[in-house]
């Protein structure tokens, strides 16, 4: 399974970007799609995550701000950011839960990471 993350740049503060990331390859379910960061210097944090059939969940720091959707036909998640902040700068990554074949279990999966740059 391979993720391809894309969408991001540099944005003032207030702004909005859009985050997608198409997952392909062999795939036979996508169980749950998520979305961490990760700021310069610090580790990786969760923000938002996506599970089959089930609402949405935020990190605090994003939510109402933040909203994350999915295609299921073209095995895509999206992350619309709007309302932008400085501290939300940092290196974006895709994450799924997915199982390649029907006899096998499922596993994460990470897409490269996209830059997110909010200048204040």
């Known amino acids: 399974v391979q993720l391809q993350a894309s969408g991001g740049g540099l944005v003032q503060a207030g702004g909005s970007l859009r985050l997608s990331c198409a997952a392909s390859?062999?795939?036979?379910?996508?169980?749950?799609m998520a979305w961490y960061r990760q700021a310069p210097g610090k580790q990786r944090e969760w923000v938002a995550r996506?599970?089959?059939?089930?609402?949405?969940n935020y990190a605090d720091s994003v939510k109402g701000r933040f909203t994350i959707s999915g295609d299921s036909a073209k095995n895509t998640v999206y992350l619309q950011m709007n309302s932008l902040k400085p501290e939300d700068t940092g290196v974006y990554y895709c994450?799924?839960?997915?199982?390649?074949?029907?006899?096998?279990?499922?596993?994460?999966?990470w897409g490269q990471g996209t830059l997110v740059t909010v200048s204040s």
């Open positions: 994450n799924v839960l997915a199982r390649k074949y029907s006899y096998s279990g499922a596993r994460n999966y």
């Open positions: 390859g062999s795939i036979f379910s996508i169980s749950a």
């Open positions: 996506l599970l089959s059939g089930d609402m949405p």
